[in-house]
């Protein structure tokens, strides 16, 4: 039997840690799909790449909200604004610092962080706080693996956000 050292654990941990790092630098130029569409990109085009959407919202507009998710492990979702016409007005990756950012507490309720941002990856209820919390995985800066959290009160309308390191990527957890 095989004893591993500690420093055997640390120089794996690294290997580990710099193979992930080559690959999303590697695949990163293929993993941006929200970046081949613009504004008037017919509908049928989006689906063809993309897949049919996995959530389809209505806008009081009248344009609907169409989502590719990649949640629960993934870290964006891409949204297009169509119009009834069954054009896009706007393609982006809406699981950002920026976009988060935007949610006014007292103001947005569940439905508005949902047709934002989609289903959420995690749900929770604390019942001291009387809180719903919704989470999202989502990248900062394109570095930083981050959850987002929205706490709703039992009316469904948003209170506070917040903002938290994502421990499924916590490089001091042994993964070996």
């Given amino acids: 039997m095989q004893v591993i050292t500690d420093q055997q654990k640390l120089y794996r941990r690294w290997a580990f840690i710099g193979i992930g790092s080559l690959l999303t630098l590697t695949l990163g130029a293929c993993a941006n799909p929200w970046q081949e569409f613009h504004a008037g990109t017919p509908?049928?085009?989006?689906?063809?790449?993309?897949?049919?959407?996995?959530e389809i919202y209505p806008l009081?507009?009248?344009?609907?909200?169409?989502?590719?998710?990649?949640?629960?492990?993934?870290?964006?979702?891409?949204?297009?604004?169509?119009?009834?016409?069954?054009?896009?007005v706007n393609v982006e990756q809406v699981l950002t610092a920026n976009n988060f950012a935007q949610a006014e507490p007292q103001v947005w309720t569940q439905h508005d962080v949902l047709i934002?941002?989609?289903?959420?990856?995690?749900?929770?209820?604390?019942?001291?706080?009387?809180?719903?919390v919704w989470s999202y995985r989502y990248t900062e800066n394109n570095i930083w693996y981050m959850l987002y959290h929205f706490y709703f009160d039992n009316n469904g309308v948003l209170q506070t956000t917040q903002k938290s390191?994502?421990?499924?990527?916590?490089?001091?957890?042994?993964r070996f």
């Avoid at 509908?43 to 996995?54: D, F, I, N, R, T």
């Avoid at 934002?116 to 719903?132: C, D, I, N, S």
């Fill in 116 to 132: 934002h941002f989609g289903k959420p990856e995690e749900t929770a209820y604390f019942p001291l706080m009387k809180r719903q």
């Fill in 60 to 88: 009081p507009n009248g344009n609907q909200r169409l989502m590719w998710p990649t949640q629960p492990l993934g870290e964006t979702t891409t949204a297009a604004e169509i119009n009834p016409s069954g054009m896009a």
């Fill in 43 to 54: 509908e049928s085009a989006l689906v063809a790449k993309l897949g049919p959407p996995k």
């Fill in 165 to 174: 390191d994502d421990p499924l990527h916590d490089p001091g957890r042994d």
